[in-house]
T-cell receptor, first 118, second 115 residues
Framework: NAGVTQTPKFRVLKTGQSMTLLCAQDMNHEYMYWYRQDPGMGLRLIHYSVGEGTTAKGEVPDGYNVSRLKKQNFLLGLESAAPSQTSVYFC?????????????????FGPGTRLTVL | AQSVTQLGSHVSVSEGALVLLRCNYSSSVPPYLFWYVQYPNQGLQLLLKYTSAATLVKGINGFEAEFKKSETSFHLTKPSAHMSDAAEYFCAVSEETSGTYKYIFGTGTRLKVLA
């Protein structure tokens, strides 16, 4: 049981380049989230998904796109990277089923992707 | 929309001293509340969560938090700090709107433990 995994762990881009971050979870969770973490700002929600084939905007969605073609995967895309997108990106998943179930309403986080845009 | 305030972006304590990290939330309805810990270059790990079953919640590594509705607070404590507790701690609240769940995080408190 790997939990939540993220690929890649590190990446350096030049301004204008594109890339895709992959998040995978093996817990059969319905919800998946992408956050960015910047010093002094905590975690800010970029996009989230409440199930396969669905996505929604979070607090800071501009410059990012997402897709959830399979329940276990949530992809975050940067079409034209900008220096302001230099950050650490975290993926998380959660379950909101039966009250009292183990792990119910908890978020499980991946190890993060450190992205630098030059 | 809910918000979470963590007082003190940096807290220093001596090894063996009490750890107190403060968190206040804004909600008229008792929400789900969480404390997460983040060690350097790692993801967030759940320390404990409040689900209305008990106001005093015990978590991992000797941490506990008390839910106080009258003060809208959920402060994290540990009686005796250990060097390994040095990390960043995040308070979070879950928000359910029309059947959709999202989480709001505080800006974090970095705990330094002095030898």
């Amino acid at each position: 049981n790997a939990g939540v995994t993220q690929t890649p762990k590190f990446r350096v881009l030049k301004t204008g380049q594109s890339m895709t971050l992959l998040c995978a979870q093996d817990m059969n969770h319905e919800y998946m989230y992408w956050y960015r973490q910047d010093p002094g700002m905590g975690l800010r929600l970029i996009h989230y998904s409440v199930g396969e084939g669905t996505t929604a905007k979070g607090e800071v969605p501009d410059g990012y796109n997402v897709s959830r073609l399979k329940k276990q995967n949530f992809l975050l895309g940067l079409e034209s990277a900008a220096p302001s997108q230099t950050s650490v990106y975290f993926c998380a998943s959660s379950y909101h089923g039966l009250a009292g179930a183990v792990g119910q309403n908890e978020q499980f986080f991946g190890p993060g992707t450190r992205l630098t845009v030059l | 929309a809910q918000s979470v305030t963590q007082l003190g972006s940096h807290v220093s304590v001596s090894e063996g001293a009490l750890v107190l990290l403060r968190c206040n939330y804004s909600s008229s309805v008792p929400p789900y509340l969480f404390w997460y810990v983040q060690y350097p270059n790692q993801g967030l790990q759940l320390l404990l969560k409040y689900t209305s079953a008990a106001t005093l919640v015990k978590g991992i590594n000797g941490f506990e938090a008390e839910f106080k509705k009258s003060e809208t607070s959920f402060h994290l404590t540990k009686p005796s700090a250990h060097m390994s507790d040095a990390a960043e701690y995040f308070c979070a609240v879950s928000e359910e709107t029309s059947g959709t769940y999202k989480y709001i995080f505080g800006t974090g408190t970095r705990l330094k433990v002095l030898a």
